[in-house]
């Protein structure tokens, strides 16, 4: 029998958001309980199941005092505090296997009997998903994907547009966040204009909708109605800076039409406009428009125009703007003199003054909503960065304005990047899922969110034993060899072996929905289940930008549990006692079965993670399989100065096979595979 040699380090330089490489341990082994047992929990109960924190406990020596939260004579002071990084690691044979990482939640001092002879303390620490859950919620993907780049000045635009009055006379209130103590301020209303309103209709993912300004028929009132216009110096460089809005433009085609969306202005009028739309009677723009303009400060003569527009003359270009959907408008400047205009992260045309006139010329007002001449603007989310945004960055916020598709990979770790993981942390499995769609995050926590999309793309997020966030795809499982087995005849299972066939998983009947669209909601049923067995339903809904992904979800949750399958739960494994020679594990090929030079069995199962395949071998006659394949998906185990036992959760291999033409054990479908999704 092998003697674990447990090792627990805390970082007691570090905390929460300290990257990994800049922790210091230290060595704090010597100082646990003799008799303590080292508690761990990883992973979850079953396949359907979110992953749960990974969480870990330990009692440690307190005699001396070095574990008192607080206490001046400590050797730590003055950080016994929670949040500190901890890890536990054993070692065989000398090769180390990390079990642990995470963060200290408690230090509770005890005294037995009162006592001063005495003194311990039992840190309990759970992993980084459970911090994930803690702090702010969530604002929208629009607003985070601004507030990621840290703009100077942003301007959601996003309330109803109530009147207030200031010397009687009325006017739009201030639409500025008290955060950037500016004043902004809209032009006077005249009698009988619309008044500014949201629109009430939904907005860029899951924000509020923008706000709409009015439209007028009579081009003599352009630029005289009501608009919002930002008041002193609220942009302090002109050299290189980004400008930015989110709108939904319709205009009438048959009639004159305008629409100016954002200009930004000096104070002797000199600007630079983020796009006006134009249709028929303006046909030297006709379409998605930009301009940089310098006039001379004394004369006001124009000393150099360059406009920009898409697609002269193609009106299918043009109605890709005034479409009524939402889209993404940016400017970047750069040097005083180059302009770049994005639309929906896609640069449209760049334009050149002949020299740098806007050199270190600060803007003083920014105006929105300014002329709508028979076209219908609806704008919201106007913000100015000090620096020109990368196109990437440009791209990030069209996609969050205007729900496009992101992948896997991006989403989760964008999300993950706001709750301050680094991203050299977060490990994203290529999936063979399709990208994803809309999905609500306002007022949410990362981790519900995180754990939406695995559940919709039918993988699983969890904390590794090394810390890392780890987002594990459905395909990790299809088809995946054995990696291991263990051998009842060997005693390597140790404990009852329980298998149970009941209902706990039996599902016939599947409501499946996009996320919230609910006119994709369909039911897809197993009749014969239903008659054998009566009604068992459950609900899917995908984060996806593919129906067929949500019809495929539900057909292949009805073939794997529309018939109840016997089950075994649980195996228990002394790993201090398991075989450690070397050699070949059997299977039949059907699992795949094969040999591991030079592996341990106790490596192997220190080796086991989330989504490892094994068989459990050499079991009793009345068993109903020889070898039973299964999937490992957590465990609790126990480590002492004696012993060392995992508490394996399992769910069953056998429906994971997936189909492969021409292979003889891989092709009878719903035999022993199953069509992937």
């Known amino acids: 029998m092998a003697i674990p040699n447990v090792k627990v380090e805390i970082a007691f330089n570090a905390g929460y958001s300290t990257p990994a490489a800049s922790r210091t341990w230290t060595d704090v082994s010597d100082y646990v309980e003799g008799d303590s047992e080292v508690a761990i929990t990883y992973g979850r109960a079953d396949e359907l199941a979110a992953a749960d924190p ?34 536990v690691s054993v070692t065989y044979a000398g090769t180390r296997y990390d079990r642990f990482l995470g963060y200290i939640d408690e230090w509770p001092l005890v005294w037995p009997d009162g006592s001063h002879a005495a003194s311990t303390v039992t840190i309990s620490a759970t992993s980084r998903r459970a911090r994930l859950g803690q702090g702010v919620p969530l604002s929208s993907a629009i607003r985070a994907a601004y507030l990621a780049t840290n703009p100077i000045r942003y301007w959601p635009i996003d309330e109803d547009g109530d009147v207030v009055a200031i010397n009687d006379q009325p006017i739009y209130r201030n639409i500025a966040p008290p955060f950037f103590n500016d004043k902004v301020l809209g032009a006077y209303a005249r009698p009988g204009y619309q008044l500014l309103r949201n629109d009430g ?106 406009t920009g527009y898409n697609a002269p003359g193609t009106p299918a270009a043009f109605l890709s703007a005034i479409d009524g959907n939402i889209h993404h408008f940016a400017m970047t400047l750069t040097g005083g003199n180059v302009g770049r205009f994005y639309m929906d992260g896609a640069l449209i045309h760049t334009l050149t003054l002949g020299s740098p006139y806007l050199f270190s010329r600060n803007f003083t007002s920014v105006i929105v909503g300014n002329e709508s001449l028979n076209t219908d603007l609806w704008i919201g989310h106007v913000a100015i960065h000090d620096r020109a945004l990368t196109a990437s960055e440009i791209a990030t916020r069209a996609a969050a304005a205007t729900a496009a598709s992101e992948s896997v990979e991006a989403r989760v770790k964008r999300l993950a990047g706001y709750a301050g993981i680094p991203a050299g942390e977060v490990i994203v499995e290529p999936t063979i899922a399709a990208p994803l769609g809309a999905q609500a995050e306002s007022g949410r926590a990362p981790s519900e969110v995180i754990d939406e999309v695995a559940a919709s793309t039918g993988g699983i997020v969890y904390d590794d034993r090394t810390g890392n966030l780890v987002m594990q795809a459905r395909n990790h499982r299809y088809n995946a060899p054995v990696a291991l087995s263990l051998s009842a005849t060997l005693q390597e299972v140790q404990g009852d072996l329980e298998a ?38 459950r609900t899917i809904a995908a984060v996806s930008t593919e129906l067929t992904e949500i019809e495929g979800a539900a057909r292949n949750a009805l073939t794997r549990y529309a018939e109840p399958v016997v089950r075994v739960s649980q195996v228990g494994v002394d790993v201090g006692n398991i075989s450690g020679s070397d050699g070949p594990f059997y299977g039949d090929g059907l699992y795949g079965a094969g040999v591991y030079p030079g592996a341990t069995q106790q490596s192997l199962i220190l080796a086991a993670d989330i989504g490892t395949q094994f068989t459990i071998t050499g079991l009793p006659a009345q068993a109903p399989f020889d070898p039973w394949p299964l999937f490992l998906e957590g465990y609790t185990e126990s480590i002492t100065a004696t012993s060392h036992m995992l508490t394996l959760n399992t769910t069953p291999a056998d429906r994971v096979q997936k189909w492969v033409l021409g292979s003889p054990t891989l092709s009878v479908l719903a035999s022993t595979t199953i069509p992937a999704y």
């Open 54 to 87: 990974s969480r870990m406990s330990v009692t440690l020596d307190n005699r001396d005092g070095r574990f008192s939260p607080g206490r001046a004579a400590s050797p730590y002071f003055p950080n016994v505090k929670k949040g500190k990084p901890v890890r």
């Open 201 to 306: 209709l939904p907005g860029p993912t899951d924000e509020a909708g923008l706000l709409k300004f009015p439209s007028y028929s009579n081009t003599a009132l352009i630029g005289a109605g009501v608009h919002y216009v930002s008041a002193g110096r609220v942009i302090a460089v002109a050299n290189n800076l980004t400008a930015e809005c989110v709108a939904r433009v319709s205009a009438q085609e048959d009639l004159y039409s305008l629409g100016e969306l954002m200009r930004l202005q000096t104070s002797d009028s000199n600007s630079a406009m983020l796009f006006s739309v134009n249709s028929i009677g303006f046909p030297e723009f006709n379409g998605v428009y930009g301009e940089m303009m310098y006039r001379d400060p004394d004369t006001g003569a124009v000393l150099s125009d360059v």
């Open 500 to 537: 149970v066939l009941d209902d706990r998983y039996l599902t016939n009947m599947i409501e499946a929905s996009r996320e919230g669209d609910s006119d994709t909601t369909g039911i897809i049923l197993d009749q014969a289940s239903i008659d054998a067995y009566g009604i068992y339903s």
